[in-house]
């Protein structure tokens, strides 16, 4: 039986958690517009989003079920989703693209004077043009769009056990990718060649799709961990770092792993190996009651002496419907640890002037502590020696 | 050598003409926020944009170069590119994420009694928390943002003929990946397992990463054009289609192709040989001084016989660092075409009841005519036997 989707249940709890929040923060609606958020009610799955054309709207009303206000061409996937009320327009439409629809609904939902609730926050944007939301405010008057209160933040950083499961299945498979580095990595490969490779290694164990995948491969460390691949050929004593976020049935995994091509040095071990001990010790203290501040404190004790941080600026984040999500791993971020919670432990250290090492894993907040969701590295950096 | 990136001589002449179209508009500044946007000027090329924690700014000044106001995770990259003011701050701060050094290094580039320009039209958005676009302009006053007067939809849509030979390159990678089709597909296989093995044809074929695959497998046509792959085995008779947006070097490709599993009917062939004849139709009228327009209704003529098209909404659209960009092949589109624009033809034609083919080509438009990017498809649909 196939393990993809979610029974419709998943969706009615997150609706009536959402109306639960809505009511308390006297919200008589809420207007998502990005993938992310219009998939959590929905289960609407497309990478028709790559196109950034045509708006998307849905509405989760303070009782009852969610209504999309989409474009036409994508009516007969929405159908199939657990979603009933199914309003669209033929976009792209250049005079009145969706907004007179939208408000319409919104305003049968919402009536003249409920807050309607969009996320406004930190991580958030608004996927439509911003002058057809002026056009829609000033249909929508006098009612207005306010602050989703944090809804969105609040019910997506807690996963279900079947999102945790899709998250587990999509860490899997890169960890089967990454144990197949040997087959595509050696002194002379140039790295950008090795990007494709392991793409393909990542979609061969069984990704839908990889929307991330960044690294390096350089002598003593890298100078930064987002680049793409270069041209250049790996070379004896490099660190090749191969960061990917795969998806697997809408759900990311977001780690790296550093490999030493040909040989290694002392240095480059001591760093893996204190990375290591930083994800050890964050995993020592993360259950639900800690906070994203005390994780960040606890790595950042084992890689600076606890200087507090780097240009990267957090060491770790949430995971989930996107590659990064909320809380982040930074001094400043107090948010609660709470069962449920998928979190990247993400350490880096200097190993020079402008050089570092990045170390990354996956876990889960369960009631007596993390588990890992990623096949967590030992402190020994692998060598690949080039037997292919 | 190398075919990546620009020379800087290209940067310079886009930010050029983007200051004269600023000094006719009466801007003082233009404010991009989006990846596309932001390459355009800078070059900055990273697949980190999938992370949509961190907000990142460039900003265009009436005259001199462009300033980046970012991450310091990104600093080291964007140092790689010919933007020289980069100033950065350590995100996420949640306080604080970017808007006070964004404000101040705008009101020094635009003073305070300039208008900025944003993107605020079709095909738009704003990549940044509207809580902070609220602050900034809070800060900015009495300094206002304005739309951007339509500068970078009319830059970003003629293409240089740097940007046309990327495009091409990146056709021909699918191209190639799409003449191997038959290596991964026959009756029996799985969509999902299909889908998965085209990436990979994709990428052993030259592709950097496949932002884009959409398809499906039914027997006389399919019900959407943007669904994700399913499970289900292809069947004796299906038409399989594959449309795949791949990047190379950062612009796209954006073209389906069809395929009979074991055995076709005439009246498939028959369907596909009008979506052809629709293409070579806009092909002819496709030249400068032509509109959208014209070749939205060249293709309708054939496929509908004039009945002003389907719920797809449109009959192709512009092309290049996005997979779908302006304008769109609408009746409503005037967009007067000029050389340089690089454009997919999309026609698709109903099968039956809730039934369709697509076929798509992408093409530039020449002084005297079109010219195709991808390796035109014939009349006969192409049957896959599963002689594998």
Redesign the interface.
């Known amino acids: 039986m ?1 393990d ?1 989707g979610f029974p419709i249940e998943e969706f009615r709890t997150r609706v009536l958690k959402a109306q639960t929040l809505m009511a308390k923060a006297g919200l008589a609606a809420l207007l998502v517009t990005t993938e992310p958020d219009l998939r959590y009610f929905s289960g609407y ?4 989003w ?5 708006p998307w709207f849905l509405i989760v009303p303070a009782s009852g079920e969610p209504i999309a206000v989409i ?7 929405m159908a199939r989703t657990w979603i009933k009320d199914i309003r ?1 327009w ?6 009145d ?1 969706g907004v007179s629809l939208l408000a319409e609904t919104l305003r049968e939902v919402a009536g003249t004077s409920g807050v309607i609730g ?1 996320p ?12 057809d939301y002026a056009r829609l405010t000033a249909k929508l008057a006098p009612s207005v769009i306010g ?1 989703d209160a944090g809804i969105l933040r609040s019910l997506r950083m807690v996963k279900s056990d079947a999102e945790i499961n899709k998250i587990r299945a999509a860490c899997g498979i890169a960890d089967r990718a990454f144990a197949r580095v040997s087959e595509i990595a050696a002194s002379g490969e140039p790295l ?1 060649r090795v ?3 392991f ?2 290694l990542c ?2 164990e ?9 690294g390096a491969s350089e002598q003593g460390g890298y ?7 270069t ?1 250049t050929p790996l070379a004896e004593g490099d660190v090749l770092m191969l960061d990917t ?1 795969l998806v697997r049935d809408g759900y990311f995994c977001d780690f790296d792993r550093n490999f030493a091509i040909g040989a290694t040095t002392e240095a480059n071990n001591a760093a893996h190996a204190r990375l290591i001990e930083a994800v050890d010790s964050a995993m020592q203290i993360a259950r639900p009651g800690a906070t994203a501040a005390d994780l960040f404190h606890a790595m950042d004790r084992i890689v600076t002496g606890g200087a507090g ?1 780097s ?4 060491l770790g ?1 949430g995971l989930g419907m ?3 999500e909320w809380p ?1 791993l ?1 001094p ?2 107090q948010t609660e640890l709470q069962e449920g919670m998928v979190l990247t432990l993400e350490p880096g250290i200097e190993t020079g002037p ?1 050089r570092m090492l990045v170390h990354e894993e996956n876990i889960v907040i369960r009631a007596s502590g993390a588990e890992f969701l990623s096949t967590p590295a030992g402190p020994h950096m692998p060598v690949l020696r080039g037997a292919r």
Chains 1, 2 share one sequence.
Do not use: C, K, N
């Open positions: 196939s993809r799955l497309t990478r028709f790559e196109s950034p054309t045509r474009p036409s061409i994508g009516a007969a996937l669209s033929r976009a792209p439409d250049l005079v693209d969009l406004m926050g930190h991580e958030s944007h608004l996927r439509m043009p911003l002058a602050d950008d990007f494709r490779r793409q393909m979609l061969d069984g990704a839908d799709w990889v929307p991330y995948l960044a100078s930064d961990v987002i680049s793409p691949a041209e976020g941080g240009d990267a600026g957090r984040h996107q590659l990064t982040s930074i400043a971020d402008g």
